[in-house]
Nanobody, 124 residues
Framework: QVQLVESGGGLVQTGGSLRLSCAAS????????MGWFRQASGKEREFVSV????????DYAESVKGRFTIFRDNAKNTVFLQMNSLKPEDTAVYYC?????????????????WGQGTQVTVSS
C-alpha cells in the first residue's frame, strides 16, 4: 500500500501562492491516480483536483479552476498542487490521496490511501 506525505502548506496573504507537494512511497506511484482534497474547519472534506496516472487527464473543482494546477513527476513519486491567487475561502487542511484504478475520481470513496494533511491559511 502506498504511503503519502504532504508538505508545503503555510500562511499566505490573499492573492499569494503556495505549492503543495505529496511524496509517495511503498507502491508503484505511476499506477495511481492522485487527488487533492481539502477540509475547512467544521466542513466536510471536498474535492479540489485530480490527475490520472499518466498525467494526461486533470480535473478541477469549479472553485479553483484557473487558479490551481495539478501536476506529477512519476520519476520522483511526487504530485504537486500549485495554488495561485489564493483567497481566504481556500483556507483548509489539504490532503493528497491515491486511487488504485489510476483514474480521475472526485469521490473520496474511490481513494485507498491518504496523507496526514497540510494546513493552508490565507489571510485577508
Amino acid at each position: 500500500q502506498v504511503q503519502l506525505v504532504e508538505s508545503g502548506g503555510g500562511l499566505v496573504q490573499t492573492g499569494g501562492s503556495l505549492r503543495l507537494s505529496c511524496a509517495a512511497s511503498g507502491g508503484t506511484f505511476s499506477n495511481y491516480g492522485m487527488g487533492w482534497f481539502r477540509q475547512a474547519s467544521g466542513k466536510e472534506r471536498e474535492f479540489v483536483s485530480v490527475i490520472s496516472r499518466s498525467g494526461v487527464i486533470r480535473d478541477y473543482a469549479e472553485s479553483v479552476k484557473g487558479r490551481f494546477t495539478i501536476f506529477r513527476d512519476n520519476a520522483k513519486n511526487t504530485v504537486f498542487l500549485q495554488m495561485n491567487s489564493l483567497k481566504p475561502e481556500d483556507t483548509a487542511v489539504y490532503y493528497c490521496a491515491a486511487n488504485s484504478r489510476g483514474g480521475f475520481y472526485r469521490d473520496v470513496n474511490q481513494y485507498v490511501a491518504w496523507g496526514q494533511g497540510t494546513q493552508v491559511t490565507v489571510s485577508s
